[in-house]
């Protein structure tokens, strides 16, 4: 709903003259990260997007056509994209596609567009020279442009011998079989989930999480304590199978791929933003992960709702 407020806002600010209310640049920006990480979850649960860009064979971009070409695995995915921005990893720089004389204008009209919306917002981020900034920093930056776009999703590419990090909004995407280029499956420009209010789904997952990650600690804690004693991480894994017999459907899944244990991580700061979103008539639970460096990561677990059961069936990593 939020969203929604927010959005319809901005379009007023062109319409309107210079007494209208200014939006503040921080919740905006707030907004389109939550949004970004939500949509691109439901991107990776309809059409798996994250194996397609992690695992990248070759690729190719027609400025021309504003079109990206992936060769990955057993596939070839055709992007139509937007180039929001490229960020140097060399002097840590970040410089906003509509100044980038390398890139066709055309390309970068999701900028002009969040100029004209800084500007009317005394926002100071319409820099025509390089930003000195953070990897993640200039990610929220693209995000925000890609939010005000409406874009089916954002993600980024390295290039230039991998020293560059080209942010790109996506909207219509063909996935083709590679060999065969039949056509799998057509990705329309629309928003992927609806959020909808389930609290006893979301009790069901965070009472997966708390003991799961309770578990870790305990057993992990005491295999240090006593001298790396693989005893207590036997005990570790017999308690994982106990805990996931008890939220998952045992029956939908054959056996658990158990989720990876965060506690270890050292970058992981917080668990936030717990939702519960709807794609393709299917519920499921997602939460953030923020990591010391910024950047987020999102779970998302599958329900088993369709069948009245309040269990988890699938489980989804998505950056």
């Given at each position: 709903?939020?969203?929604?407020a ?5 379009i007023v600010?062109f319409?309107c003259?210079?007494?209208c ?7 905006a920006l707030?907004?389109?990260?939550a949004?970004?990480q ?5 991107n990776?649960i309809?059409?798996h997007?994250?194996h397609?860009?992690?695992?990248i064979?070759s690729?190719?971009?027609?400025q021309s056509?504003g079109?990206?070409?992936i060769q ?6 055709k992007?139509n994209i937007?180039i929001l921005g ?8 970040f410089?906003?596609s ?7 204008k055309?390309l970068a009209?999701p900028i002009?567009?969040?100029i004209?919306i800084?500007a ?5 981020i319409a820099?025509n020279?390089?930003i000195?900034c ?5 990610y929220?930056l693209a995000?925000l ?14 290039t230039n011998?991998?020293q560059?990090n080209m942010f790109f ?5 063909e996935?083709?079989d590679r060999r065969?280029?039949r056509?799998?499956k057509k990705v ?10 389930a609290?006893a ?12 990650d309770?578990n ?10 006593h ?9 570790m894994?017999?308690n994982?199978?106990k805990i ?5 459907d045992?029956?939908c899944?054959p056996?658990?791929l158990?989720r990876k244990?965060r506690?270890?991580?050292?970058n ?6 717990w ?5 393709a008539n299917?519920?499921?639970?997602l939460?953030?992960?923020r990591e010391?460096?910024g950047s987020l990561k999102t779970w998302?677990?599958k329900?088993?709702?369709e069948k ?8 989804y990593?998505c950056?």
């Amino acid at each position: 709903m939020l969203r929604k407020a927010i959005f319809v806002f901005f379009i007023v600010l062109f319409t309107c003259s210079g007494y209208c209310q200014t939006v503040n640049f921080e919740n905006a920006l707030r907004e389109a990260v939550a949004h970004r990480q939500t949509q691109n979850a439901a991107n990776v649960i309809s059409w798996h997007t994250e194996h397609f860009l992690l695992n990248i064979d070759s690729f190719s971009i027609e400025q021309s056509k504003g079109q990206l070409t992936i060769q990955s695995g057993n596939y070839l995915v055709k992007y139509n994209i937007k180039i929001l921005g490229t960020y140097n990893h060399k002097d840590s720089t970040f410089l906003w596609s509509a100044y980038n004389s390398s890139i066709n204008k055309r390309l970068a009209t999701p900028i002009s567009n969040l100029i004209s919306i800084a500007a009317a917002n005394k926002w100071q981020i319409a820099n025509n020279t390089m930003i000195k900034c953070s990897f993640d920093s200039a990610y929220k930056l693209a995000t925000l442009a890609f939010y005000l776009d409406k874009a089916n999703g954002i993600n980024h590419i390295l290039t230039n011998n991998r020293q560059t990090n080209m942010f790109f909004s996506f909207y219509e995407v063909e996935v083709y079989d590679r060999r065969t280029k039949r056509l799998v499956k057509k990705v329309l420009v629309k928003k992927q989930y609806e959020v909808v209010d389930a609290p006893a789904l979301l009790e069901v997952c965070k009472n997966y999480v708390a003991e799961f990650d309770a578990n870790e600690k305990k057993y992990y804690q005491l295999y240090k304590r006593h001298n790396d004693d693989w005893k207590y991480i036997d005990s570790m894994f017999i308690n994982r199978v106990k805990i996931s017999n008890k939220y998952w459907d045992t029956a939908c899944v054959p056996y658990v791929l158990f989720r990876k244990n965060r506690l270890q991580a050292k970058n992981l700061l917080s668990i936030i933003n717990w939702r519960v979103i709807e794609v393709a008539n299917s519920r499921y639970v997602l939460y953030d992960e923020r990591e010391s460096w910024g950047s987020l990561k999102t779970w998302a677990f599958k329900m088993c709702w369709e069948k009245g059961e309040n269990n988890i069936c699938n489980e989804y990593l998505c950056f």
